[in-house]
């Protein structure tokens, strides 16, 4: 039995859903209260991925942060992979995106020199009032280098485990 460690970074801007998607993920709940992340945390979720591996997965949830503001290199050291969020309701949430790209890429980097596998989300996919359109979406992704993107609704439960599983499927596959 082969345990892979990996540690997967939550970026994006305040408010957009991230210690709720956490806590979706490693908990299977969710909470409707506000709660302010104070420092980085981290939770743990243990994958039985195949007959011959696990996977422990540290997910680092970075403080909720109303205005962009780039990370320290700690955070970034020895991360594996990345989540970058955004709100489909708010289009600032969207635009910071390509800062915390562009900061995830110059901060970190896998072992052999390649950007760190990174996922775009656009969660809150189920509240009416959208304004950032699936073709803007893909467009940008494709342009910054994102392994994918999925729409998400921590809300609804939707996408949670699968966006984590394929985030977690590119980091195997590039080791
Ligand atoms: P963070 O600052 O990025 O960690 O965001 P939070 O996880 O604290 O979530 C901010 C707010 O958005 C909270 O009130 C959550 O209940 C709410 N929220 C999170 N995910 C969703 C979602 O998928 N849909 C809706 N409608 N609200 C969400």
Redesign the pocket.
């Known amino acids: 039995m082969t345990e892979h460690l990996m540690k997967i970074l939550i970026v994006?801007d305040?408010?957009?859903?991230?210690?709720?998607?956490v806590h979706r993920y490693v908990n299977g709940q969710f909470?409707?209260m506000?709660?302010?992340?104070v420092g980085v945390d981290f939770s743990v979720k243990l994958l039985h991925w195949s007959d011959k591996e696990k996977v422990r997965v540290q997910l680092w949830?970075v403080a909720?942060q109303e205005r962009f503001i780039s990370m320290s290199r700690i955070y970034y050291k020895g991360a594996s992979g990345c989540v970058i969020?955004f709100d489909v309701s708010s289009s600032s949430s969207f635009l910071s995106c390509r800062h915390w790209k562009q900061d995830l890429d110059n901060k970190a980097m896998l072992p052999n020199g390649d950007p760190i596998p990174c996922i775009l989300l656009a969660?809150?996919c189920?509240?009416a009032q959208r304004v950032v359109s699936a073709d803007s979406i893909n467009t940008f992704s494709k342009a910054n280098g994102f392994v994918t993107w999925m729409e998400?609704?921590?809300?609804?439960n939707k996408n949670v485990g699968e966006a984590m599983r394929r985030l977690v499927q590119e980091i195997l596959s590039t080791r």
């Open positions: 994006g305040g408010n957009v859903g991230k210690s709720s998607f909470n409707k506000y709660k302010m992340t949830d909720g969020m969660n809150k189920d509240l998400t609704s921590v809300k609804e």
